[in-house]
């Protein structure tokens, strides 16, 4: 669908069409920890789709970067964080792990959909824009499409 960008679709809608996507495509390069790594130290279980998290997570973070101009590992940790529970005391803000959105960055960064930006961070490449307008398209069309019926 020509003209139709990431921030046309529903966020949801977006990443998990392009989680699909991500993981249909088979090259994404998915850490071996990721059965056992929690997400933030805030949590205390890692995610229950052990097999789905990575992928709409790197979603996620492609989105996240497509509508700004460049993101940096810290932005990604304070983002993705959340609350503490520290049982009576009052809840505090904890960031998320480091190390994941390092990973995701650089899987996102080696199958060209970001790049180093010269100021520090990630931007969207254009091979990677186009990716995800692409699939910007799709979930558009198939938006209008389920409202016909």
């Not at 998915?30 to 205390?44: I, Q, R």
């Not at 973070?61 to 529970?85: E, F």
């Not at 520090?120 to 699939?135: E, N, P, V």
């Amino acid at each position: 669908m020509p003209g139709v960008s990431v921030r046309d679709v529903p966020a949801q809608e977006f990443i998990v069409a392009y989680a699909q996507f991500l993981q249909r495509q088979g090259k994404l390069e998915v850490p071996a920890y990721t059965e056992l790594v929690k997400t933030s130290s805030g949590n205390e279980l890692p995610p229950q789709d052990s097999d789905k998290w990575f992928y709409m997570r790197t979603a996620s973070v492609a989105r996240h970067i497509y509508l700004r101009k460049a993101v940096g590992t810290a932005a990604l940790n304070k983002l993705y964080g959340g609350t503490i529970n520290r049982g009576s005391r009052p809840s505090h803000h904890r960031n998320a792990s480091g190390s994941v959105n390092r990973k995701v960055l650089q899987a996102l960064e080696k199958i060209g959909v970001l790049e180093a930006h010269q100021k520090g961070g990630r931007k969207i490449s254009d091979a990677g824009q186009r990716d995800l307008d692409r699939i910007a398209g799709e979930v558009f069309a198939g938006a209008n499409e389920e409202e016909d019926f």
